[in-house]
């Protein structure tokens, strides 16, 4: 891989799941706690909605970058849902995501081909392919 031009970094600390996350610059300093379909009691963020929080922009950005190669206006109001999910697996848990982008306006295989184009070239899709099962739709 070619030498990074931005890295970013977070520390978690005071248990994982029940503790809390800072990044270097403090920009995002958060308490964490276990949702309460883990059994936890809820009232802050956790990995799983700071991981859909990430990928959910990161695609949106892709989704800009596929349409503007392609001379294609992303329509105001435009957006992307990240879904991302929890489940057992045989060894412990496993995630899957779901990345709805919303593009009103723009034809149901017009903006299908934008979103396979992001899902390409977005690096969280790169990171996840072959590794987390991600299904990708797309509504206008």
């Known amino acids: 891989m070619a030498d990074a031009i931005y890295t970013a970094e977070a520390t978690s600390s005071g248990g994982g799941r029940d503790g809390r996350v800072r990044t270097s610059d403090g920009i995002i300093d958060q308490d964490l706690k276990m949702p309460p379909a883990l059994g936890g009691p809820g009232g802050a963020t956790n990995p799983e909605q700071l991981f859909a929080a990430a990928y959910a922009t990161c695609f949106h950005g892709a989704l800009r970058l596929v349409a503007g190669?392609?001379?294609v206006a992303v329509p105001d109001g435009?957006?992307?849902?990240?879904?991302?999910?929890?489940?057992?697996?045989?060894?412990?848990?496993?995630?899957?995501?779901?990345?709805t982008a919303h593009l009103p306006g723009l034809g149901q295989a017009e903006a299908d081909d934008l979103v396979e184009g992001a899902h390409q070239v977005c690096?969280?899709?790169?990171?996840?392919?072959?590794?987390?099962?991600?299904?990708?739709?797309?509504t206008v």
């Open 123 to 138: 690096p969280y899709s790169k990171a996840t392919r072959g590794n987390v099962d991600v299904t990708l739709k797309a």
């Open 69 to 71: 190669k392609k001379k």
């Open 78 to 99: 435009a957006t992307v849902d990240a879904s991302v999910s929890l489940s057992p697996d045989d060894t412990s848990f496993g995630i899957s995501a779901t990345i």
